[in-house]
């Protein structure tokens, strides 16, 4: 029998704000068949999910939070301030199995490699967030997701088992953490910069949900709404703490080396966005937040080196949209022309990072979209992300 259709709406935001410091994340159907990814990431009823009920998070506590600042205590060995414990430790989920002690192992043995190259960041990925995802079991739920989706890649012949897994997982995760009943402030700051680094790398390396896409356009949607998601990291955590965040337990994350203007590594042909700007007939508050994303991507492209250096991790890739001011955002979420361009310079740096598993072709699927949407008209601005994805 033919299955019958999801119920809600296609299209839709992939997070939304509750207030400045307090961040829901949310999914619509997809209308995908025959199991709605979205509706399963949320949770939502879905005609389709007929065999496959996604995990319930029930068990999870928001009184677990810490009431009293969770990382005032001091670790005597490097000075920075560390987690402090909860009486009550968060138990494990009933949902998880065997197969999940599995995905923890792989985890701590394999993938924390992959989020990036230094060893500094490698050991908070790989020990400080999993010690922290003992509390704060959302951002273990959504660790365990990761890791499926990485043993999908390692194990392409039960891929589609990872994928659903990775899938429950982070519903469980997504529940718990929009059950926060605090808002964010230093005693759960790095949860919540741990937590949404996670979610966008989740965004961009879950290739179920990309194959669920339609069309370009539905690919461009998915793609600004993940910059969209990583911009609102700085207004929940590194525009109010990032102070505390440099003496935390996880200030190597914080810690990158700082180009400065003229940005001597930045690629000739990247520098044709400013004449963009300088062309168009723009307010000045326009110009002023196209002025600073173009800033920062300049800053990037000198940070990562690239394209002439190639990646294999993620490491600073995120560091772009994290900068983006609102104006931006805006700007981009109304798909105006300048806004996408500027966007297909940075899908250029993805691009360059092709090689690790979590972002793979999606700088050049980026490109292609956008290259799609605006049509000939804007194509002479387009010509260099075009060639750079050709030539590769």
Same mark, same amino acid.
């Given at each position: 029998?033919?299955?019958?259709?999801?119920?809600?709406?296609?299209?839709?935001?992939?997070?939304?704000?509750?207030?400045?410091?307090?961040?829901?994340?949310?999914?619509?159907?997809?209308?995908?068949?025959?199991?709605?990814?979205?509706?399963?990431?949320?949770?939502?009823?879905?005609?389709?999910?007929?065999?496959?009920?996604?995990?319930?998070?029930?068990?999870?506590?928001?009184?677990?939070?810490?009431?009293?600042?969770?990382?005032?205590?001091?670790?005597?060995?490097?000075?920075?301030?560390?987690?402090?414990?909860?009486?009550?430790?968060?138990?494990?989920s009933p949902t998880w199995d065997i197969h999940d002690m599995e995905?923890?192992?792989?985890?701590?043995?394999?993938?924390?490699?992959?989020?990036?190259?230094?060893?500094?960041?490698?050991?908070?990925?790989?020990?400080?967030?999993?010690?922290?995802?003992?509390?704060?079991?959302?951002?273990?739920?959504?660790?365990?997701?990761?890791?499926?989706?990485?043993?999908?890649?390692?194990?392409? /012949? $039960?891929?589609? *088992?990872?994928?659903?897994?990775?899938?429950? %997982?982070?519903?469980?995760? @997504?529940? &718990?953490?929009? +059950?926060?009943?605090?808002?964010?402030? /230093? $005693?759960?700051? *790095?949860?919540?910069?741990?937590?949404?680094? %996670?979610?966008?790398?989740? @965004?961009? &390396?879950?290739? +179920?949900?990309?194959?669920?896409?339609?069309? $370009?356009?539905?690919?461009?949607?998915?793609?600004?709404?993940?910059?969209?998601?990583?911009?609102?990291?700085?207004?929940?955590?590194?525009?109010?703490?990032?102070?505390?965040?440099?003496?935390?337990?996880?200030?190597?994350?914080?810690?990158?080396?700082?180009?400065?203007?003229?940005?001597?590594?930045?690629?000739?042909?990247?520098?044709?966005?400013?004449?963009?700007?300088?062309?168009?007939?723009?307010?000045?508050?326009?110009?002023?937040?196209?002025?600073?994303?173009?800033?920062?991507?300049?800053?990037?492209?000198?940070?990562?080196?690239?394209?002439?250096?190639?990646?294999?991790?993620?490491?600073?890739?995120?560091?772009?949209?994290?900068?983006?001011?609102?104006?931006?955002?805006?700007?981009?979420?109304?798909?105006?022309?300048?806004?996408?361009?500027?966007?297909?310079?940075?899908?250029?740096?993805?691009?360059?990072?092709?090689?690790?598993?979590?972002?793979?072709?999606?700088?050049?699927?980026?490109?292609?979209?956008?290259?799609?949407?605006?049509?000939?008209?804007?194509?002479?601005?387009?010509?260099?992300?075009?060639?750079?994805?050709?030539?590769?």
């Amino acid at each position: 029998m033919q299955e019958a259709p999801c119920q809600g709406t296609r299209y839709n935001q992939m997070y939304r704000l509750q207030s400045p410091s307090k961040l829901i994340f949310g999914w619509q159907c997809d209308e995908t068949q025959p199991r709605c990814v979205n509706c399963a990431t949320a949770d939502a009823q879905c005609q389709y999910l007929a065999s496959a009920k996604v995990a319930s998070s029930s068990e999870y506590d928001p009184s677990r939070l810490a009431r009293s600042p969770a990382f005032s205590n001091t670790d005597e060995a490097n000075g920075t301030a560390a987690v402090s414990t909860p009486s009550t430790v968060g138990r494990m989920s009933p949902t998880w199995d065997i197969h999940d002690m599995e995905l923890l192992h792989h985890w701590c043995t394999h993938t924390y490699k992959t989020m990036t190259d230094v060893p500094d960041q490698q050991l908070i990925w790989q020990t400080t967030a999993v010690t922290i995802g003992f509390t704060y079991t959302f951002l273990l739920n959504e660790l365990l997701a990761i890791a499926a989706l990485h043993m999908a890649i390692c194990r392409p /012949e $039960s891929e589609n *088992v990872w994928h659903t897994r990775a899938t429950e %997982l982070q519903s469980v995760a @997504l529940k &718990g953490f929009n +059950s926060m009943e605090q808002q964010v402030d /230093e $005693s759960n700051c *790095v949860v919540v910069l741990l937590f949404s680094a %996670l979610v966008g790398t989740h @965004l961009l &390396g879950d290739r +179920s949900r990309i194959r669920a896409l339609a069309s $370009s356009s539905d690919y461009l949607d998915h793609l600004v709404s993940c910059v969209s998601l990583m911009r609102s990291i700085r207004g929940l955590v590194l525009q109010n703490h990032s102070a505390f965040l440099l003496q935390s337990s996880v200030r190597a994350l914080m810690i990158t080396r700082n180009p400065k203007p003229p940005y001597d590594g930045v690629p000739s042909e990247c520098r044709q966005l400013t004449a963009l700007i300088a062309e168009s007939d723009l307010g000045p508050s326009s110009i002023e937040a196209y002025g600073t994303a173009i800033d920062r991507l300049f800053w990037l492209f000198d940070l990562a080196e690239v394209p002439s250096k190639p990646h294999d991790t993620p490491r600073s890739v995120f560091a772009w949209p994290v900068q983006l001011t609102d104006e931006y955002t805006a700007l981009l979420n109304q798909r105006r022309p300048e806004a996408l361009i500027i966007l297909a310079y940075y899908g250029v740096i993805l691009h360059s990072f092709r090689n690790a598993w979590c972002i793979g072709d999606a700088g050049a699927s980026m490109i292609r979209a956008i290259d799609a949407q605006l049509g000939s008209y804007w194509s002479r601005w387009l010509q260099w992300p075009m060639g750079m994805i050709a030539s590769s």
